[in-house]
T-cell receptor, first 115, second 113 residues
Framework: GAGVSQTPSNKVTEKGKYVELRCDPI?????LYWYRQSLGQGPEFLIY????????DSGLPNDRFFAVRPEGSVSTLKIQRTERGDSAVYLC?????????????FGPGTRLLVL | AQSVSQHNHHVILSEAASLELGCNYS??????LFWYVQYPGQHLQLLLK??????LVKGIKGFEAEFIKSKFSFNLRKPSVQWSDTAEYFC???????????FGRGTSLIVHP
């Protein structure tokens, strides 16, 4: 595809359940970012991958959140024991990764609702 | 910690009015600045960015922004808005050498035809 894709577009789950959110970056982009956006707020950084490794995971709120990118392309954000406060739009972005602070290309997001 | 402030949370204008959206950042060192836009039902996309050089930056769709270092500001402007400019606008800042941006909370712009 031409852009960043994310699945599912919407996810409704119950408190305490486990969820996985998927991001498919633009082909050839080595850098991948996950953000969380709550209602009325801007994107909040969660984790940044350069290739297969997590270069910076300082934004993950706690150990219930985990992300992987095993082959340096698709990434999965995993949330264990979901809480109502996890409800938000989860955004993924990718970039070429050649240098810092370059333009990031965003996906449409996954809207997560925890009941 | 660095923060980015967007003081106008909601702006309502009529077509042809001029627009200025405020953005202030807190970091005092080298900083690079971006404006992103999210049209209804669409992804976040880049509007313009400032890295160095001319502090007046031109972006897409007639938007521009001015970097004023002494005021820690990067305000977005457009001389005459259109109904199609209705969107959420986000300012973002990178500290020098960092890969991680800090976003403001966004400004919702509604333009009445």
């Amino acid at each position: 595809g031409a852009g960043v894709s994310q699945t599912p577009s919407n996810k409704v789950t119950e408190k305490g359940k486990y969820v996985e959110l998927r991001c498919d970056p633009i082909s050839g982009h080595t850098a991948l970012y996950w953000y969380r956006q709550s209602l009325g707020q801007g994107p909040e950084f969660l984790i940044y991958f350069q290739g297969t490794g997590a270069a910076d995971d300082s934004g993950l709120p706690n150990d219930r959140f985990f992300a992987v990118r095993p082959e340096g392309s698709v990434s999965t954000l995993k949330i264990q024991r979901t809480e109502r406060g996890d409800s938000a739009v989860y955004l993924c972005a990718s970039s070429f990764g050649d240098r810092d602070q370059e333009t990031q290309y965003f996906g449409p997001g996954t809207r997560l609702l925890v009941l | 910690a660095q923060s980015v402030s967007q003081h106008n949370h909601h702006v309502i204008l009529s077509e042809a009015a001029s627009l200025e959206l405020g953005c202030n950042y807190s970091y005092g060192g080298t900083v690079n600045l971006f404006w992103y836009v999210q049209y209804p039902g669409q992804h976040l996309q880049l509007l313009l960015k400032y890295f160095s050089g001319d502090p007046l930056v031109k972006g897409i769709k007639g938007f521009e922004a001015e970097f004023i270092k002494s005021k820690f500001s990067f305000n977005l402007r457009k001389p005459s808005v259109q109904w199609s400019d209705t969107a959420e606008y986000f300012c973002a800042a990178f500290r020098g050498g960092s890969y991680i941006p800090t976003f403001g909370r966004g400004t919702s712009l509604i333009v009445h035809p």
